[in-house]
């Protein structure tokens, strides 16, 4: 089973509105991370959060920890069209924390 | 700096041959993972490896699929004869430090197509 699961499968917001994506996992984690990818290309690392933070934020990004439901959220606000891609969340789950395992992903769809 | 440099970007094979997917990771790191993504799919975690180490190969098919990471050279993903299933994009990563502490760097991806 998934260790990460974001939340909606799929968005499609017009230019200037804010995105937000969800993200629940199931065990122990050291720090969750969000990454984008554009069709047909890999992944790029976009922020990432330990487990003692609640909160953190980078440029238009605010992605927010939540350890006691297992869950976080990444905001994108302002979007513009070229924050199309699939975001995906990723933790490297306990107890060994030598792995990162991503979640099925989000793909945001901005409509200029 | 280069990033992490996959190759080839795209492989077609018949069925029975083998496939084998390179992946140079970044200056510096010695932790490289193999991803496995099928198409509108997120990515399958395969192989955790260190130098001339297999880590955690938990997600790796028990049969016609390995991994290496020598002390020299890149990291080889190999496919022994391969399915049409195997048919994928094929993703490395690497690190400079533990998943635990560090963001991973992305290749862009060797694509798989099996006839």
């Known amino acids: 089973s998934q260790q990460g699961e974001e939340d909606p499968q799929a968005l499609s917001i017009q230019e200037g509105e804010n995105a937000t994506m969800n993200c629940s996992y199931k065990t122990s984690i050291n720090n969750l991370q969000w990454y984008r990818q554009n069709s047909g290309r890999g992944l790029v690392h976009l922020i990432l959060i330990r487990s003692n933070e609640r909160e953190k934020h980078s440029g238009r990004l605010r992605v927010t920890l939540d350890t006691s439901k297992k869950s976080s959220s990444l905001l994108i606000t302002a979007s513009r069209a070229a924050d199309t891609a699939s975001y995906f969340c990723a933790t490297a789950p306990g107890p060994s924390y030598d792995k990162v395992i991503f979640g099925p992903g989000t793909s945001l769809s901005v409509i200029p | 700096n280069a990033g992490v440099m996959q190759n080839p970007r795209h492989l077609v094979r018949r069925r029975g041959q083998e496939a084998r997917l390179r992946c140079s990771p970044m200056k510096g790191h010695s932790h490289v993972y193999w991803y496995r993504q099928l198409p509108e799919e997120g990515l399958k975690f395969m192989v955790y490896l260190q130098k001339e180490n297999i880590i955690d190969e938990s997600g790796m098919p028990k049969e016609r699929f390995s991994a290496e990471f020598p002390k020299e050279g890149p990291s ?6 391969v399915v049409r299933g195997d048919s994928a994009a094929y993703f490395c990563a690497s690190s400079g430090a533990l998943a635990a502490t560090g963001e991973l760097f992305f290749g862009e991806g060797s694509r798989l197509t099996v006839l």
Do not use: D, K, V, W
């Open chain 2, 76 to 81: 080889i993903l190999r496919i022994q004869q």
